[in-house]
C-alpha cells in the first residue's frame, strides 16, 4: 500500500510550502504531491522613505515602519499571505506605474526568486529521507518556474509524464487547465487538453490503477463550482450563483479510462470529494493566504483505494 | 500611486455588488415571514415592540462586525464550521455545527410550513374562493402538516435547481415581494381605520365564511387573551425582556454575504460589513414603517388582540376558537381596504414571495454542513453524492427530509407539546452562533500571525482588537438571551426549564434541545473512533503541521 499525501494552489505561500514538505513525516506518507499553482498573485512595494522608514500598504492598511525589527515583521507578515515584498523606493515607483513591463519583470524575479529558495529549502530538508516529492506547475505558474524546479534534486517535475508511483500505480500529471478569464499561462482549449490527457493515457500500463493528478477539476464535479462572474470579472448575485468551470475533456477521458483517483485544485472554495463511475476525484481546496495547508491523504490498494481523508494543517 | 501589484491569475475578481450582498442578507432577516410571524406571537409583552427592534438591531449590527471580520480573516473557510474547528477545536466545531445549521433545520421545517399556510396559501386560497380549502389548511392539523409537506417539496426543488438558479428567484422574489409590501404600506397609510373594519368584515365573511362583527368578537378574545404589547414604551427592563422573543425574526443577516475577494483588503471587509448591515438597519426601518402604518389603519390594539386571539387559542390556552378563522395577517388585512378580488390576488401574490425567496435557506445551509461533514469523514461518503442526471444531492436531503417530515409531524399534532418548541429554533442556533463569536473573540491572541496579516489587523478600539470587542458586546447579547431562554426567570418563552415557580417547566423542550447534542456528540466521537481503526488519526487531521 502507498500512502500519499497531496495539496494544491499554494500561492507563493513560505509557510504552506514548508509544512508540504513536513507533511510526510507529520502524516506518515511515503509520497507528497503538489498541485499546480506554486506562484503567488500580488507584490507588495515596500517604499523606502529615508533612513530606516519604510510605508507599506497591506491589504489596504498603511503601515509606517521605523526599525529593522518593524520591517522584518511587515516582510513576514507579507510572505505569509503568499504575496511578494519588493523593496522600492518613491522614484522607482512613479516609473513603474508608467511601465507595466517593468513590473511584469519584477513579478517575474520575484516568483523565480522564490521558487529557487523553495527548492533550496527541499533539497536541503528531504536529504537523507527517502520520501518523494512530485510537482506539476499549474495554469498561474509562469513557464520560467519548470526550470527551477527541474533543476532540484528532491523535487521532480513530472508535468506530461507517467510517473510510476509503486508497482501497482502510475501517475500522469498536468497544471494546464481549460480557458479561464484571466488567460493564464498554461491555458488552452478543451480539445487540446484532450490530446494532453490522452498523449500520457496512451501511455500508461494501467489506467484503471491509475492516478489523473490534472489541476483543473472535471467538468461539473462539484469540485469545480465557482462564482458566476459578469463581463467585468465582478461576482454575480453577491457571489451566490456559483456554476462549474471544470474540464469536459477531462470529464470525458475519466469516464472512459476510469481511473483509480484524480487529483485536482484549481478552484480554492472547490474542496471535496466526487466520484465519478468508479473514480474519486478530490479537490482538496486552499486557503493559503490564510496559511493554512489544505490537503488529502490517499491510501492506494491494488486495484482500490484503501483510505483517504481530507485534512486542514 | 499603486500600493500593490496584481498579476493576471485564477480567481482574481472584482468585488461584488454591495446591493447583492444585501439583497440576501435583507430576505434571512425576513420582515414578512420571521418578522410578522413572530409579532403576532408576541402580544403578551410588555415592552414596546419599535423600542425593542431597534435595541436589538443594536446588538445584533456587533453580530454584523463579528462575522464580517472573521469572513475577512478566513475567508472561503466553510463558515462557523472551520473557524470553531480551528479555532476552538474539531469536536466543538462539529457537534455546534451540525446542531445549529442542521439538526435544528428540521425544526424549521414546520415553521416555515406554518408560514407558508397563513401567508401564501390561505389567503390564496380565499381570494380565490377555495374557502373549504383555505380554511382546512388555516385551522386544522392536516393543513398544518400537508402545508409542511408542501414546503418540503419546494425547497427540495430549489435544492435540485442549485444556488445559481435560486439566486435569480432570491433576487427576483426581492423585487417583486418590495412591490408587494410598498402596495400594503400604501394602502394602509391612505386607508382609513373604518374602512378597514367595514372591509376586515364584508371580507372576512365572504372569503373565510367568518361570523359578522369579526372586529369586535376579535377585540374580545384578544383582551380575554391579555394583548398588551405596546407600539412604544414599557420601560428598558421590559423592553429587554422583549429581545429574546424577537431575535426569532432579526438574529440571522449573517446567512447573507459570505463572500471575500482573493489579494483583497479591508475594503472588502467593509463591503460584508455594508451588505449585512443595511439589510440590519433597512428591516428595521422598514418594520417600523410597516408597524406604523398597521398601527394607523389597522389600530395598533386591534393587531396586537387578533395576535392573541388567535395564538391564545392555537396554544391552547383557550378553547375560544378566534373569530376571525385566519391567522391576522396584515398585508391580507391591507388588501381587504381594496374590493377588487384582482387588486387583493396581486398584493397577496407579490407578498408571496417574501416566503419563496427566503424558503430555500432551510436546507441550503444543512446541505453544506453535511457535505463538510462528510468530506472530513465524520459521515459517510454517501451522504455527500449528487446525483449526476440532475445535479441533487439525494442522501444528504434525505438526511434533512427524512427527519424533517417526523418533526413537522410532531409539531402538527402538537405531540410531546412540540407547539412549544417554537423558540427552540433560535436558541440552538445561537449557541452555535455563541460558538463562532467566542472564536472571534479570542482569534487575535491564539493566531496572532494570521490575524496581524488580516485585512482587519488594524481596527481597534482602545487599542483592543474590534473583533474581540465586537465579540464580547453580541457574546454578552446571546448570553443574555440564552439566559432568558433556559431560565426563564420571568416565566415569557416557555422552552426552558423556568427558576419562576409560575414557569413552565418545559422538559420536554430540554430534552429535544438536548438530545441533539448528544446526537452530534454520538457522531462525531463514533466516526472518529471508526476513522480511527481505519487508520485515519481525526485529531491529526484537522491539526496545523508544525512549520519548522
Known amino acids: 500500500m502507498t500512502k500519499l499525501f497531496f495539496a494544491t494552489d499554494i500561492h507563493g505561500s513560505d509557510i504552506c510550502w514548508t509544512k508540504f514538505l513536513n507533511a510526510g513525516k507529520f502524516y506518515d506518507v511515503d509520497v507528497l504531491i503538489l498541485g499546480g499553482d506554486m506562484t503567488g498573485k500580488a507584490v507588495v512595494p515596500v517604499i523606502h522613505q529615508g533612513g530606516k522608514n519604510y510605508s507599506i500598504t497591506l491589504l489596504e492598511q498603511n503601515f509606517d515602519v521605523t526599525t529593522d525589527e518593524e520591517l522584518q515583521d511587515m516582510v513576514k507578515r507579507v510572505r505569509s499571505r503568499g504575496y511578494y515584498p519588493y523593496m522600492t523606493n518613491p522614484d522607482e515607483m512613479a516609473e513603474l506605474e508608467k511601465d507595466p513591463e517593468r513590473v511584469h519583470q519584477i513579478f517575474l524575479q520575484e516568483v523565480l526568486k522564490v521558487v529557487q529558495q523553495w527548492m533550496d529549502f527541499a533539497d536541503k530538508k528531504l536529504d537523507g529521507t527517502d520520501m518523494k516529492v512530485y510537482c506539476s506547475p499549474g495554469n498561474d505558474d509562469m513557464d520560467e518556474v519548470d526550470e527551477i524546479v527541474r533543476a532540484s534534486r528532491r523535487v521532480l517535475l513530472v508535468e506530461g509524464q507517467v ?5 501497482h500505480h502510475e501517475m500522469i500529471a498536468s497544471g494546464w487547465s481549460n480557458r479561464t478569464p484571466w488567460d493564464t ?20 500500463k494501467d489506467p484503471r490503477n491509475a492516478v489523473f493528478n490534472i489541476h483543473v477539476p472535471p467538468y461539473k464535479s462539484n469540485l469545480d463550482e465557482a462564482p458566476e462572474l459578469d463581463e467585468n470579472l465582478r461576482p454575480k448575485m453577491a457571489g451566490q450563483a456559483l456554476k462549474p468551470v471544470g474540464s469536459t475533456a477531462l470529464r470525458k477521458v475519466i469516464e472512459n479510462s476510469q481511473p483509480l483517483l484524480g487529483l485536482h485544485g484549481h478552484i480554492h472554495e472547490g474542496r471535496g470529494t466526487s466520484r465519478i463511475g468508479k473514480t474519486l476525484c478530490i479537490n482538496p481546496g486552499s486557503m493559503y493566504e490564510q496559511g493554512t495547508l489544505l490537503g488529502a491523504i490517499v491510501a492506494l490498494g491494488k486495484n482500490k483505494i484503501e483510505n483517504y481523508v481530507l485534512t486542514s494543517g | 500611486m499603486s500600493n500593490l501589484f496584481v498579476r493576471k491569475a485564477t480567481g482574481l475578481v472584482r468585488s461584488w455588488s454591495v446591493m447583492d450582498a444585501f439583497v440576501y442578507a435583507f430576505f434571512s432577516i425576513n420582515l414578512i415571514t420571521l418578522g410578522l410571524y413572530s409579532f403576532s406571537q408576541m402580544y403578551y409583552f410588555g415592552g414596546g415592540l419599535i ?30 464550521y472551520v473557524w470553531q474547528s480551528r479555532i476552538l477545536g474539531g469536536a466543538i466545531g462539529f457537534i455546534l455545527a451540525v446542531t445549529g445549521w442542521w439538526f435544528i433545520l428540521w425544526l424549521w421545517v414546520p415553521l416555515y410550513g406554518d408560514m407558508f399556510r397563513h401567508i401564501v396559501l390561505v389567503p390564496l386560497l380565499g381570494i380565490l374562493g377555495a374557502q373549504e380549502t383555505a380554511l382546512w389548511f388555516a385551522g386544522t392539523q392536516n393543513g398544518a402538516f400537508t402545508s409542511s409537506l408542501i414546503t418540503l417539496v419546494i425547497v427540495s426543488v430549489f435544492i435540485a435547481l442549485g444556488m445559481k438558479t435560486y439566486a435569480r428567484i432570491q433576487k427576483f422574489s426581492f423585487y417583486g415581494g418590495m412591490l408587494g409590501l410598498l402596495i400594503v404600506i400604501v394602502l394602509l397609510l391612505t386607508g382609513s381605520n373604518e374602512a378597514f373594519k367595514a372591509g376586515l368584515d364584508s371580507n372576512a365573511t ?21 394583548a398588551a404589547l405596546p407600539f412604544t414604551g414599557g420601560g428598558i427592563g421590559l423592553i429587554f425582556l422583549t429581545l429574546p422573543y424577537l431575535v426569532f425574526f432579526n438574529l440571522w443577516p449573517n446567512w447573507g454575504a459570505t463572500l471575500y475577494g482573493e489579494v483583497r483588503g479591508a ?6 460589513i455594508t451588505g449585512m448591515g443595511a439589510a440590519l438597519g433597512v428591516t428595521t426601518l422598514l418594520g417600523i414603517l410597516l408597524l406604523y402604518a398597521i398601527s394607523k389603519t389597522i389600530g395598533w390594539e386591534f393587531y396586537v388582540q387578533a395576535g392573541g386571539a388567535w395564538w391564545n387559542y392555537a396554544w391552547g390556552f383557550s378553547t375560544d376558537a378566534p373569530a376571525l378563522p385566519v391567522w391576522p395577517y396584515p398585508a391580507l388585512f391591507a388588501a381587504f381596504l381594496s374590493t377588487s378580488r384582482v387588486v387583493q ?17 432551510v436546507f441550503l445551509s444543512s446541505t453544506r454542513v453535511i457535505f463538510a461533514a462528510a468530506f472530513d469523514r465524520l459521515l459517510p461518503e454517501k451522504v455527500a453524492e449528487v446525483d449526476e442526471r440532475t445535479g441533487t444531492p439525494i442522501n444528504a436531503l434525505l438526511l434533512m427530509v427524512i427527519p424533517s417530515v417526523l ?9 410531546a407539546s412540540f407547539q412549544t418548541f417554537t423558540l427552540c429554533s433560535t436558541l440552538v442556533i445561537a449557541v452555535t452562533f455563541l460558538g463562532t463569536t467566542i472564536s472571534a473573540i479570542v482569534l487575535p491572541y491564539t493566531k496572532p500571525d494570521l490575524y496581524k496579516a488580516s485585512p482587519i489587523a488594524k481596527y481597534n478600539v482602545l487599542g483592543i482588537p474590534l473583533i474581540t470587542v465586537s465579540g464580547v458586546i453580541f457574546g454578552g447579547f446571546l448570553v443574555f438571551l440564552l439566559y432568558q431562554w433556559i431560565l426563564d426567570p420571568n416565566a415569557l418563552y416557555g422552552i426552558g426549564y423556568s427558576i419562576n415557580e409560575a414557569g413552565y417547566k418545559n422538559g420536554a423542550s430540554l430534552i ?6 448528544v446526537l452530534a456528540a454520538i457522531i462525531y466521537f463514533g466516526f472518529k473512533a471508526y476513522r480511527k481503526r481505519g487508520g485515519i488519526d481525526m485529531d491529526k487531521v484537522q491539526a496545523e503541521i508544525p512549520v519548522e
Open chain 1, 163 to 167: 510517473t510510476p508511483l509503486d508497482p
Open chain 1, 185 to 204: 499561462h498554461r491555458e488552452e482549449d478543451e480539445d487540446q487538453l484532450e490530446v494532453r490527457y490522452e498523449a500520457m493515457i496512451s501511455k500508461l
Open chain 2, 51 to 80: 423600542p425593542a427592534l431597534i435595541v436589538s438591531a443594536i446588538f445584533i449590527f456587533f453580530e454584523v462586525i463579528v462575522y464580517a471580520a472573521l469572513i475577512a480573516v478566513m475567508p472561503r473557510s466553510g463558515g462557523d
Open chain 2, 206 to 226: 365572504a372569503l373565510f365564511g367568518a361570523q359578522p362583527g369579526v372586529y369586535d368578537a376579535t377585540v374580545t378574545l384578544g383582551t380575554n387573551a391579555g
Open chain 2, 267 to 272: 475594503t472588502d471587509f467593509k463591503r460584508n
Open chain 2, 345 to 361: 390576488f396581486i398584493v397577496i401574490a407579490l407578498m408571496s414571495l417574501w416566503w419563496f425567496g427566503w424558503s430555500g435557506t
Open chain 2, 407 to 415: 418533526v413537522a409531524y410532531l409539531f402538527a399534532y402538537n405531540i
Open chain 2, 512 to 517: 429535544y434541545m438536548g438530545s441533539m447534542y
